[in-house]
Nanobody, 121 residues
Framework: QVQLVESGGGLVQAGGSLRLSCAASGSIYSINTMGWYRQAPGKQRELVARISNDGSTNYADSVKGRFTVSRDNVRNTVYLQMNSLRPDDTAVYSC???????????????WGQGTQVTVSS
């Protein structure tokens, strides 16, 4: 019912930048929070950044000042601009979207397929 398509991952040197995108499509009536999580090998998944439909944002302490989350409500897309990347940012990044479908009253959470970000030293 909802598809999330991510793009923008890849390999970059330390200090470089990448921009991730996640586009949601389907029978979407409304989207609340959109965000990004990451999971590095051997570690638990953690919140990177999220943005509410009123534009308020939250960031992990480790990415504050380096990453910026934004959204395009017309395109149902969330972005993550990652600057000053470090090797410890290496992980699989997945988008997370809270959606209300047409003819439904509940909110459901959907996950993207994940995109690999690798930062070399």
């Amino acid at each position: 019912q909802v598809q999330l398509v991510e793009s923008g991952g890849g390999l970059v040197q330390a200090g470089g930048s990448l921009r991730l995108s996640c586009a949601a499509s389907g029978s979407i009536y409304s989207i609340n929070t959109m965000g990004w999580y990451r999971q590095a090998p051997g570690k638990q998944r953690e919140l990177v950044a999220r943005i509410s439909n009123d534009g308020s944002t939250n960031y992990a302490d480790s990415v504050k000042g380096r990453f910026t989350v934004s959204r395009d409500n017309v395109r149902n897309t969330v972005y993550l601009q990652m600057n000053s990347l470090r090797p410890d940012d290496t992980a699989v990044y997945s988008c997370n979207v809270q959606v209300r479908l047409y003819n439904r009253v509940v909110w459901n959470v959907y996950w993207g397929q994940g995109t690999q970000v690798t930062v070399s030293s």
